[in-house]
């Protein structure tokens, strides 16, 4: 076995922890071996020497924080390691091998490594393989590589051969580094001659003469997907490209990424929209491991059979569990109208209600909210789903129409959040925050602390500052903060952004937990099809024109719903036969024609009769 020692040094505060209990505890160091001390370098805070540890993991127990990690891993492991950034740091093991002329799907946590692989295939990361000591040239690299899958790209790489366009993940940095409007900065980049191509596809019309800094979260996005394509490349990284973009949209770029990349180029996508990912790619490839730890890449894998493997937690090339329970999209009570939902009371009901406001006008048809229940919505942006709540809440009047209950009390997540969003600033203490906002959620006795403080692990979060967590941590925290406060109706706008796949589930089981142990309810708006399918028992369908006028139709059951929703957006899906996940069907393919010949755009209970 070889020992991975990894310190967090963002959680470990040697002032506030009691005298460095880690150090003090050691059996090593208590025997005159130093295998833990502090280091100059690291400004006081321990480093730990993984060839005199003996893994022991009392220093993981002793630190209050939670800061250190100690593994033991197989031998046969370092022969692939890739990457290590620094001294009990993060270790990447293995990378997936581009392909040209096929997408590559990247599926795993946050944290395990996807956006590092990238940067190294991209030759922004000169990989170091864990040898930290040495100075290492890209020869080097090379030599490392011979004989094996990765050599020629290596080789290509240092050769010059290859120009890499990356999208990249943090869309907002492009609006530090590129001024003007959209049409000017696109215009200077088109070296395919695609732009109206690509203003036609993605629907970026109304956002040419608007000003980079102006422009919305999904419209950077379309910016970001449409500069990539523009230029002409040998190897394309797409990370993360469906980040704020709605369902129709997350279609568009998914199709523009297939069809508008230019042939027999390598191309990489990371995505947690599993429907995107399973869509947009020919093969996959899961990274595991353990979050801010290590990560390794597994072999390559068809796109529906590693999506599924994934899924059920088990990769067969390699023989490898990396979760003890699958994750399973059940074939509920959603099939029809719900039937849990019948026996319960009803929360909240509305008959047919209108609505101005300035120049928007919405209409809702009649309906209820149980108990207990979520409600899922779907709908693009700015169709007056906010406004929907409000009115059932009775925090807006409406124009026409009433609603039963007056005076429920909303707690909301707004779509985008940041520190200020949610009531705090960049530099307070995530512990700090949690006591001002929702302390239940530091009571260790509480079911919320259990359901959902730990299961989203803040817990390893609290010595932190908002300003310092990503997208993905801050998400979280705002999901347990509007679910640990006392309120009717929860309502939860795009809780899946910035997150993982395991992590989408997580909070959605915290959701339902929640509705559940209170007898409340939750709205929740999502783009990401997979995890509305998961933790819906109705949806809403939201249509219209955004920003203009917005029509909601009575809540239903899922097939109802989703039948509305994508016959509009002119697509169909099945589900997966292996894990029951919803599966976009190719346009044209033998399914596809087949439920457009039944009308149904989802799923069918006959379908059974054609897998
Ligand atoms: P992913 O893209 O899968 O979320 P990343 O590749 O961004 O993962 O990061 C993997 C791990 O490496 C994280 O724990 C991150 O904190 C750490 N990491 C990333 N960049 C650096 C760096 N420059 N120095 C030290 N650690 C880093
Ligand atoms: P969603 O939640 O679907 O994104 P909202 O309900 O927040 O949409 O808003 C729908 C539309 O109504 C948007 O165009 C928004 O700008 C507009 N709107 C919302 N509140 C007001 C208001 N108080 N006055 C004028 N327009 C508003
Ligand atoms: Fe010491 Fe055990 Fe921690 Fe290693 S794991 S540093 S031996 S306390
Ligand atoms: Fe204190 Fe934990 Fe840091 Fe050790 S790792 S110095 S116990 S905060």
Known sequence: MVRLAVIDYDSCHPDKCGNMPCIRFCPVNRGGTIAIEPSEEKKGKPVIYETTCIGCGICVKKCPFEAITILNLPDELERNVVHRYGVNAFKLYGLPTPIPGKIIGILGRNGTGKTTALKILGGEILPNFGELDKRIEYDYVLRRFRGTELYNHFKELVDKKIRVIHKIQRIELIQRYVRGSVREALSKIDERGLLKDLVDTLSMQNMLDKNIRELSGGELQKLAIAAALSRQGDLYLFDEPSSYLDIKERLKIATSIRDLVPPNTKILVVEHDLAVLDYISDYVSIVYGEPGA?????????????????????????????????????????????????EKKILVSWSRLEKKLGEFSLEVEDGEVYRSEILGVLGPNAIGKTTFVRLIAGELKPDEGETTSIGLRISYKPQFITPSEIGGSEDDVVEDFL????????????????????????????????????????????VAVTLAQDADLYLLDEPSAHIDVEDRITVAKAIRRSVENKSIAAIVVDHDLNIIDYLSDRIIVFKGEPGVRGYAESPKGLRKSMNSFLSMLNVTFRRDPKTKRPRMNKPGSYF???QRELGEYYYTPKEEVFE
């Open 294 to 342: 290590y990560g390794i890449f597994s072999k390559i894998y068809g796109v529906g059979a590693g999506i599924n493997h994934f899924l059920q937690g088990f990769l067969p090339a390699e023989n490898m569990l990396i979760r003890k329970e699958p994750i399973r999209f059940l074939e509920k009570e959603a099939l029809e109208e719900s039937s849990r939902l019948s």
């Open 435 to 478: 006591k001002k906002k929702a302390p239940e959620l530091l009571n260790m006795e509480s079911w919320i602390y259990i359901d959902v403080t730990r299961k989203l692990n803040l817990h390893k979060l609290l010595q932190k500052r908002l300003g310092e967590l990503s997208g993905g941590e801050l998400q979280k925290i705002a």
């Open 592 to 594: 596809d024609r087949l």
